[in-house]
């Protein structure tokens, strides 16, 4: 697998900010269960100052297969103000949970980190006067990995659906598509947060995540996945289900079973809003399903999804190949007009 990305070289380098590598807790970890989740590209997205990057790290740094990563570990003095913290551009952030012999160096003795999961931190839309420049931002880096893999199939050799799924799709993962595309919502949903899911789900799977469940009851949280359901489905969003149909997930969430879309995840250092120890009223939060979520990515549905994403790559090269073959039409519209876009952020 290439060491490049977007043009730099990345050195095996694995420390966190101490310049001691970071190593998983757990001394009992099956070894073989970090090799079996492979190469996966993961993607935050959401509103600014939703945890975008805590809840990356939180996936990351709380899962006994990681060996090491490349970014600084959760401080142990988390506060709500490090939500806010900007992200101005996309970040791509390493871990590994496999070692690796050198691709430059096959003889070498000793093995290094894979870096083999990967999370991409985006800027919120919220961040910026112009919400699209961030919005534009994402979508090209996604249409971008696209690009290269299509450039890498000769144009002079007809190579079928089936043949492309059977060489993508591999026990390891070896594309550099985005597999997973978690959405965050706080709250509630958006119009802007619908449009965005919509286009996201045509290049990657979209999982809607619900954070900061800490501050929000049980019921809160129930109503707000039933709304996001139905709003989903009555737009005619594609997110990633889980193999559920809709109609089956809004009767889970109706009844505050888990198990699929929206999962409800807590901020690890968050306090409840009726923390106080003089209220009279118990607030009982929501449950933390990032466990749940975790293990459905990296073990349950790892092979479908990858096979997901791979028939998102493959219907959209049908669509620029039937595109060539229409010089004539008119050039494709932008992901999302400019008035449509300001519109939906109202």
Not at 89 to 94: M, P, Q
Not at 186 to 203: A, N, Q
Request: glycine share 4%; hydrophobic share 35%; with cysteine.
């Amino acid at each position: 697998m290439s060491r490049h990305t977007n043009g730099h070289h990345h050195h095996p380098s694995f420390s966190s900010s101490n310049g001691q590598p970071h190593h998983s807790s757990s001394s009992s970890v099956n070894p073989f269960a970090g090799q079996n989740i492979g190469y996966l590209r993961l993607a935050v997205v959401g509103d600014s100052g939703v945890g975008k990057t805590s809840f990356a790290r939180q996936f990351t740094e709380t899962l006994p297969e990681v060996l090491s990563h490349d970014w600084e570990p959760l401080s142990p003095t988390h506060s709500e103000d490090d939500d806010y913290k900007r992200t101005d551009a996309l970040v791509e952030k390493f871990s590994s949970t496999m070692m690796e012999i050198p691709w430059d160096n096959m003889d070498a003795d000793d093995e290094v980190p894979a870096r083999n999961l990967v999370f991409v931190d985006t800027p919120g839309y919220g961040s910026v006067v112009d919400a699209q420049a961030n919005f534009d931002m994402f979508m090209s880096y996604i249409g971008q990995t696209f690009d290269e893999k299509n450039k890498r199939i000769s144009p002079f050799t007809e190579v079928s659906n089936n043949e492309l799924m059977r060489s993508l799709v591999t026990g390891v993962g070896a594309h550099k598509f985005i597999d997973v595309c978690f959405y965050l919502i706080v709250h509630r949903l958006k119009p802007i947060d619908v449009e965005y899911m919509r286009l996201i789900s045509e290049k990657a799977n979209v999982v809607p995540v619900i954070c900061k469940v800490d501050t929000q009851s049980e019921q809160e949280v129930r109503d707000l996945k039933v709304n996001v359901l139905r709003t989903l489905k009555e737009q005619g969003v594609s997110i990633y289900t889980f193999r559920i149909d809709y109609d089956r997930l809004i009767q889970m969430a109706e009844n505050g079973q888990v198990g699929g879309p929206p999962f409800a995840v807590s901020n690890a250092y968050a306090k409840p809003a009726s923390a106080d120890a003089n209220d009279h009223i118990a607030f009982k939060p929501a449950s933390n399903e990032l466990p749940l979520l975790r293990k459905l990515v990296l073990e349950t549905q790892i092979t479908n999804i990858r096979q997901f994403t791979v028939k998102k790559f493959i219907n959209w090269r049908g669509k620029q190949q039937h595109q060539q073959q229409q010089p004539s039409q008119q050039q494709q519209q932008p992901y999302y007009q400019q008035h449509q876009y300001q519109q939906a952020a109202r």
